[in-house]
């Protein structure tokens, strides 16, 4: 069965300092992989999908970055962070661009 | 452009109460897909069902149960005999099956609170 891996569950960072999150799949191949941001426990906002190695779309303009350097693999980045990067940031995967999507279980970042 | 609508900010219900969570959509497709997920406390979203724009068949499984109506343009939840593991907020999503581009819309979730 597929599964997906998502760490570290909470992160605190200062204001500044980088940020790298990982994600990564299990039992699939060639997945579509998402980044969302949840602010304020409510409204997901998609922030990078990929669907296949080396292929991101980003969805809104911002401080943060994605990289897919592997089939099942998806991180995102920044160099700096802000504090209005805090919030809950999750890792999704699907099999074709409009399935169904399967959830990591989120990683808290909170900027301070 | 599209949208979705979920009106209801939070619900609260009492324990073995039937509940039902609104989902609103606009789109100008003819072929789309609608999600529900529900998101408990922990934090990670949970898929509970897709439903292809051409199947208006209403959906059951166990407690829950789901109404598509094209009319209406209304993908609405029902749960029911609620009960406390309930308690979540709960997403309805939308998709065009337009072209390459991926476009998934969310509504803005409904907390749902059962109360024992």
Redesign the interface.
Same mark, same amino acid.
């Given at each position: 069965s597929q599964t997906i891996h998502q760490w570290p569950a909470t992160l605190v960072q200062p204001v500044g300092s980088p940020l790298s999150l990982e994600c990564t799949v299990e039992g699939t191949s060639n997945p579509?992989l998402?980044w969302y941001r949840q602010a304020a426990?409510?409204?997901?906002q998609?922030l990078f999908?990929s669907?296949g190695i080396g292929q991101i779309?980003s969805e809104v303009p911002q401080n943060l970055s994605a990289s897919r350097p592997q089939d099942r693999q998806f991180i995102l980045s920044s160099k700096k962070l802000l504090l209005s990067d805090s919030g809950?940031y999750?890792c999704?995967w699907s099999v074709r661009?409009?399935?169904?999507?399967?959830?990591?279980?989120?990683t808290?970042l909170t900027v301070v | 452009a599209q949208k979705v609508t979920q009106a209801q900010t939070e619900i609260s219900v009492v324990e073995k109460e039937d509940v039902t969570l609104d989902c609103v959509y606009e789109t100008r497709d003819t072929t789309y897909?609608l999600?529900w997920?529900k998101q408990p406390p &922990?934090?990670?979203?949970?898929?509970l069902i897709?439903r292809n724009s051409f199947d208006e068949q209403n959906e059951i499984s166990g407690r829950y149960s789901w109404n598509f109506q094209k009319s209406t343009s209304s993908f609405n939840f029902t749960i029911t005999a609620s009960q406390v593991v309930d308690s979540a907020?709960y997403?309805c999503a939308l &998709?065009?099956?337009k072209d &390459?581009?991926?476009q998934?819309i969310?509504g803005?979730?409904t907390k749902l609170i059962i109360k024992p």
């Open positions: 579509n998402y426990g409510r409204g997901l998609l999908y669907v779309s809950f999750l999704a661009i409009r399935s169904e999507a399967f959830f990591g279980q989120g808290r | 897909y999600f997920y &922990s934090g990670e979203l949970v898929f897709r907020v997403f &998709s065009e099956a &390459s581009n991926y998934l969310w803005a979730g």
